[in-house]
């Protein structure tokens, strides 16, 4: 599967965002999708992730509250919203894909994902 992100742009704090994944080749129906992203510096993180088979969302504490992913299966495209942005969500935010793990698996370690996007920069000033 080929996924690429879009989306990103620069924002106030408390403002919103939504970035993008879609992908081409095959159905993201069988993958578990994941959002990372990575601030100038610093290593990448974890950020949320969908579940294979029902796409069940888990989210890192962080970001709880304030971010929704979900998936459409039809536009073959997963999504992150992005609401009461901080500075400290800057960054650069990739989304991955891994077909290898149960349909209930969540993992959030950037190892467990084959797939990756090229990234989409999210600035969110203060």
């Known amino acids: 599967v080929q996924l690429q992100a879009s989306g990103g742009g620069s924002v106030q704090a408390g403002g919103s965002l939504r970035v993008s994944c879609s992908a081409s080749?095959?159905?993201?129906?069988?993958?578990?999708v994941g959002w990372f992203r990575q601030a100038p510096g610093k290593e990448r993180e974890f950020v949320a992730t969908l579940t294979k088979l029902d796409g069940r969302p888990y989210y890192t504490a962080s970001v709880r509250g304030r971010f929704l992913v979900s998936r459409d299966i039809v536009e073959n495209a997963v999504y992150l919203q992005m609401n009461s942005l901080k500075p400290e969500d800057t960054g650069v935010y990739y989304c991955?894909?891994?077909?290898?793990?149960?349909?209930?698996?969540?993992?959030?370690?950037?190892?467990?994902?084959?797939?990756w996007g090229q990234g989409t920069q999210v600035t969110v000033s203060s």
């Open positions: 991955a894909a891994t077909d290898t793990i149960g349909n209930h698996d969540v993992r959030s370690d950037s190892a467990s994902y084959r797939y």
């Open positions: 080749g095959r159905t993201l129906r069988n993958y578990s």
